[in-house]
């Protein structure tokens, strides 16, 4: 009984040291990588480590609502097999004894996968999505499925956010965010096609990383959008982010793409950015309020302080130009790409149960049944030209710097929140990553900084030096 005070005694020093350190972070997050220290010294194990998890489940989930399912017997078993590795000198990889949420639209071999949707309830898949698998051979435990709106896509579910129940954790990936928000896990996987890692992170004042499309296998995701989606993270802390990231890429390969770069068991070097252009979007004047803007411009103010020049619209032509264009045209063109891909299974199956489906799923599915082959070649073309377009107008500048969402996370849930600031790099396949910085309303959200496409390693080292310099 005493090993176990002392166990939860170290558990609130980690969280109360990570308090202090990051400003805007949810209280209750966790940091894993500190904790696997104490498993190498014995100070700490992965079982009493996942007690500790699941008391915060049992806790606060009835009320938070993160999980859909949970597979509690297996969770403690794989962790009783991690306490034996430690002991014995010989842990699988850094994630070893890792307690993970997954997103629900993830095959999981030994619970059910039902996308958030009526269509699949009970469904249980006979293998682990690649990214599940290469988690699992690294000896990091699934503790269960986390709620998503359906099929990734919807607007609405049943999770609530852990810092405010009155308001929206976010989505699609809202379970995720949530669980880590609150304290239940240190890392949950996510997937974005708009918004769905970057805004629920920074609604939930955690992490959340979004890596250059491709760089992280999508292979058994329920699929969206080919040219969207995108697997990501959500975590309590910058180095468990980079560390779950770089096991996926490592062990499930990236099938398509030369996978990510920079990966690495340890974060990339803090790097202090030289110049960084600085992204307003039209949400800017229409979506935010007062409090939020003025945090996001005290962050710009300490990032000037620290000797990082700033270059904004009204001083970059072509960036004004290339935003201008962006928010005008290309964000219809975004979504008419992601409805012609809804061709399977949406159009081909999920068409048939109408009733099953939201409002905004069964209008793409509409909107898309008159699209030619023809029509999304030229909308192809357009995503090339506006890639290369963007790469010509961020030369000579580290990383885009702006925000997560358009202010905290809104009361309610009806609702989980705008896309505008999220649809830049999402559309144009680049990396980003929310952090913790800003607050309004008395609830975090999230700076994001937006890297060069393929440059994932890069992008974290400035992460790095952000969260440790402006925080």
Known sequence: MGARRRCRQDHRQLIQTSKDIIMHRSPHALDFFLARSAFLTGKDDPRAYLERCLETIAARD?????????????????????????????????????????????????????????????????????????????????????????????????????????????????????????????????????????????????????????????????????????????????????????????????????????????????????????????AWDNELDAQSRASFEGLLERLRKAGVQLVTRTEHADYASLEDDFFAKLVDRSVDITAYEMLWPYQQYYAKYPDLLEKRQRERILSARDFTPAYYAELLAEKVQAKERTRRTMEGFDAIVTLSSSGPAPLGHAYTGSRTYLLFASFLQLPAFSLPLLHADGMPFGAQIIGHEGKDGDLCALARWMTASLA
């Open 62 to 282: 009835p009320e938070v609502r993160a999980f859909v399912t949970l597979g509690l017997e297996s969770a403690r078993k794989a962790a009783d097999e991690s306490v034996k590795r430690y002991r014995d000198g010989k842990p699988l990889s850094a994630v070893d004894g890792m307690p993970l949420g997954v997103k629900d639209i993830m095959d999981t071999f030994d619970l059910p996968t039902q996308m958030g949707n009526p269509i699949y309830k009970d469904w249980q898949p006979r293998w682990d999505a690649a990214c599940v698998h290469a988690l699992r051979t690294g000896g990091a435990i699934v503790v269960g499925k986390t709620v998503t709106t359906a099929f990734a896509g919807g607007e609405t579910n049943e999770t609530r956010n852990p810092l405010d129940t009155r308001r929206t954790p976010g989505g699609s990936s809202s379970g995720s965010a949530a669980s880590v928000g609150a304290g239940m896990v240190p890392v949950a996987l996510g997937t974005q096609t708009q918004g769905s890692v970057i805004r629920p992170a920074g609604y939930c004042g955690t992490f959340g990383f979004k890596p250059t499309h491709g760089a992280l296998t999508m292979q058994g995701v329920h699929p969206i959008s080919l040219s969207h989606d995108h697997l990501g993270l959500i975590a309590g802390s910058l180095e468990d982010l980079w560390t779950t990231a770089h096991r996926i890429s490592s062990v499930a390969g990236s099938p398509g793409s030369p996978g990510l770069n920079g990966a690495g068991e340890s974060l990339p070097a803090a790097r202090k950015p030289g110049r960084l252009l600085v992204q307003y979007t039209p």
